[in-house]
């Protein structure tokens, strides 16, 4: 969406049923949600990292993230509706 010297913005859509491609997020990041639903992340060997359906307390999407980054992995929207996340990369 947008990227200059000091930041990258990205807008992802993962639409229901769908994974995204092995991936990374190197740079520090804050997120925003604006829609959500249950997902798993699994790491580059294909082990589960996060499945929000089995959480408890019972997962609720935050409307802002922060990451200092993450490792190689995958993210399969396992509920009903899309995530929608836009991101804004800090770049040092």
Avoid: C, Q
């Amino acid at each position: 969406m947008f990227e200059n010297d000091y930041v990258r913005v990205l807008d992802t859509v993962i639409r229901a049923g769908d994974t995204t491609p092995l991936h990374t997020h190197l740079a520090k990041h804050v997120m925003i949600v604006s829609s959500g639903s249950h997902f798993i992340r699994r790491d580059v060997d294909g082990t589960v990292l996060v499945d929000t359906r089995a959480m408890d307390p019972p997962f609720v999407v935050p409307p802002l993230l922060w990451s200092d980054g993450t490792p190689a992995h995958t993210l399969e929207n396992t509920g009903v509706d899309e995530l929608r996340i836009r991101a804004i990369e800090l770049k040092d």
